[in-house]
């Protein structure tokens, strides 16, 4: 009588652990109650509540097209106007990517995007370099006025924020555009393309990408 044999199955391999790129930081002042959870690692999902709409919206494009998860939750006083909302929010943020590149080893460091909307045209270059620089060109042809309720001007001081806060160098143009929605939408989408590439790992990079051997 043929012995019956027990069917062997390979088990399947365990998944390669990796170091999330994640933060989470709650910053509160008289003006702002902020908290928000940033993974530089994800799949563009997006809860977000700021209080602004048009800045909601503009917020999930952020993460959308820069490949982040983000969840951020604000309570600000707009019953004033929105500055403080739009600033402190870009504060956060920068604070959030800054923890979560850690010492920044083996990212791309640099990042480009140029991106159309329509008639408008924006591109942002951005350097994590450690050093808090910004340069915005456009504001006279983005012009004054509000896209909703916010207040067109609020744009360059939240990258301006962000810049600072996550000590990054950032050069933005606004290189062309009629209408201020896509002018704006246009910046924001070239802003999050040129994050992920320089928050992008590059397994070519050994140690952090700077002569110096910090940032």
Known sequence: MAKKTALKTKKAPKAAKTDGRVAEIARKTKETDIRVRLDLDGTGAAKVASGVG????????????????????????????????????????GQAAGKALGNKAGIRRFGFASVPLDEALAQVTIDLSGRAHVSFEGAKLLGKGKVGNFDVELLEDFLGAFASASLSTLHVEIRSGRNQHHMIEATMKAFARALRQAAERDERIRGVPSTKGVL
């Open 54 to 93: 048009f800045f909601d919206h503009m917020l999930e494009a952020l993460a959308k097209h820069g490949a982040l998860d983000l969840e951020l939750l604000c309570k600000g006083d707009t019953h004033i106007d929105d500055h403080h909302t739009v600033e402190d929010i870009g504060i956060v943020l």
